[in-house]
């Protein structure tokens, strides 16, 4: 793993993480100081956000060279629409939002943005969409390693942490780490450095998104 592709990448964004370990809607999960009405936004936006990360995941499975890799991340794609919608369907109950409203609510600039940039890059290559689409996965994943050690007061948030934290969630990165590293030593120089691009800016958006959703992010105009 320290001389692989996906270390590098991980590697590349060690600041960007820090920065989302040390923002007030991550640390605000755990400790229960993240504003309900921070969450709720979160929660609308992050279902919106879901239904175009599908997309993008279908999107590279279409691209891939490799059957079982687009059965993997066609699987995927499946997976987020029925696991990770259930989930935002139960949030939403909980927190005594209509599913109709959330459903015709409008997407917060950095939601828009942010998946117009995953689509675009599955439209462009493999390796591109792999990049774009990783640090959803492995981000999330290592967000709720870390808040599980520390739990949290509010079964709301705590639901939140034990899903992304959770070994089947877990093995999915996985698949898709262990592609990313198959991409590193195949590809040429320039893809690698693309792929990097991508990883590297999709990470910026997960920090991006948090800040809206504890902003609760609206138009300017």
Avoid: N
């Amino acid at each position: 793993m320290a001389d692989s592709f996906s270390a590098k990448l991980w590697g590349g964004i060690a600041g960007i993480y820090a920065a989302i370990l040390d923002h007030p809607f991550v640390t605000g999960l755990s400790d229960g100081s993240l504003p309900r009405e921070s969450f709720e936004f979160y929660v609308i936006q992050d279902a919106l956000y879901l239904r175009k990360y599908a997309r993008a995941l279908a999107a590279v499975a279409s691209r891939a060279a490799v059957p079982a890799e687009t059965e993997m991340f066609a699987r995927h794609a499946a997976g987020v629409v029925a696991v990770e919608m259930s989930l935002h369907e139960s949030l939403l109950a909980d927190l005594d939002i209509d599913p109709g409203v959330a459903a015709a609510a409008d997407e917060a600039p950095t939601t828009s943005a942010y998946t117009s940039y995953l689509l675009a890059a599955a439209g462009e290559s493999y390796g591109d969409g792999v990049g774009a689409v990783l640090p959803c996965y492995w981000i999330y994943w290592e967000v709720g390693k870390h808040l599980l050690q520390r739990g949290s007061p509010d079964p709301a948030y705590q639901r939140w942490i034990d899903t992304y934290a959770a070994e089947e969630f877990g093995a999915e990165v996985r698949e898709v780490i262990a592609v990313t590293d198959r991409l590193g030593q195949q590809v040429a120089v320039a893809e690698r450095e693309r792929i990097q691009r991508r990883f590297r800016a999709t990470s910026r958006y997960e920090w991006m998104f948090w800040e809206m959703g504890y902003r609760r992010e609206t138009w300017p105009v």
